[in-house]
């Protein structure tokens, strides 16, 4: 199935940098959504964005709905070691009704002391 | 609120049994329910979407007569591996979205398949 494109793939980075991270699609979604995944665990959501061009934030991070709509970045400011995990973009197409994400290749983040 | 269990965490059978998982929403009901295969180091897919009542729709290449699933109650939706084989051990995931929540889709914390 389809995949959307995540970069960086991996990053390490010391607690108190900032990370940015971004995910792009040859498609176009309506929506777009973050999630982070511990291992052993599914999914959490972290910020939804519903409209080409938004800016949303949640506590320390920030995300962007690209203009196109075939994109979108996630950043982390300050990082703390609980910020370890994988980080996945997921796009959507809903026209109304309930319908499918479609998961980035994700961004595995590691935060060194 | 909007809290997804599945049942079991994880399990362990021999290669041609049969396995089955549930996923349950817990305090809400679910309009759909989705299954996703995620094996290690990769992205969760889509495996199957499945809506109470009526048969699952299936992502191509995910095969209905291997991967069963049932939808049988807006809180129940079951997927069963059948004659399970070591290239179907993976983590299965399910989420359940629910009417007037801008389709958000809530998730299970995953269920390990290990078939030896």
């Known amino acids: 199935g389809q995949q959307l494109n995540q970069s960086p793939q991996s990053m390490f980075i010391q607690e108190g940098e900032d990370v940015s991270m971004n995910c792009t699609s040859s498609?176009?979604?309506?929506?777009w959504l973050w999630y982070k995944q511990d291992p052993g665990e599914g999914p959490v959501l972290l910020i939804a964005?519903?409209?080409?061009?938004e800016l949303t934030s949640n506590g320390r991070l920030t995300a962007q709905f690209g203009i196109t709509r075939k994109d979108s970045f996630l950043n982390i400011s300050a990082s703390i070691p609980s910020d370890v995990g994988i980080y996945f973009c997921?796009?959507?197409?809903?026209?109304?009704?309930?319908?499918?994400?479609?998961f980035g290749t994700g961004t595995r983040l590691q935060v060194t002391l | 609120g909007a809290v997804v269990s599945q049942h079991p965490s994880w399990v362990i059978c021999k290669s041609g049994t049969s396995v089955k998982i549930e996923c349950r929403s817990l305090?809400?009901?679910?309009?759909?329910m989705f299954w996703y295969r995620q094996f290690p180091k990769q992205s969760l897919m889509l495996m199957a979407t499945?809506?109470?009542?009526?048969?699952?729709?299936?992502e191509q290449g995910v095969e209905k007569d291997k991967f069963l699933i049932n939808h049988a109650s807006l809180t129940l939706s079951t997927l069963t591996v059948t004659s399970a084989h070591p290239e179907d051990s993976s983590f299965y995931i399910c989420?359940?979205?629910?009417?007037?929540?801008?389709?958000?889709?809530?998730f299970g914390p995953g269920t390990r398949l290990t078939v030896l």
């Open positions: 498609s176009i979604f309506n929506t």
């Open positions: 964005l519903y409209k080409a061009g």
């Open positions: 997921a796009g959507q197409f809903s026209p109304g009704t309930a319908s499918k994400l479609t």
């Open positions: 989420s359940a979205s629910r009417a007037n929540t801008n389709n958000e889709q809530f």
């Open positions: 499945s809506n109470e009542g009526s048969k699952a729709t299936y």
């Open positions: 305090d809400f009901q679910a309009t759909t």
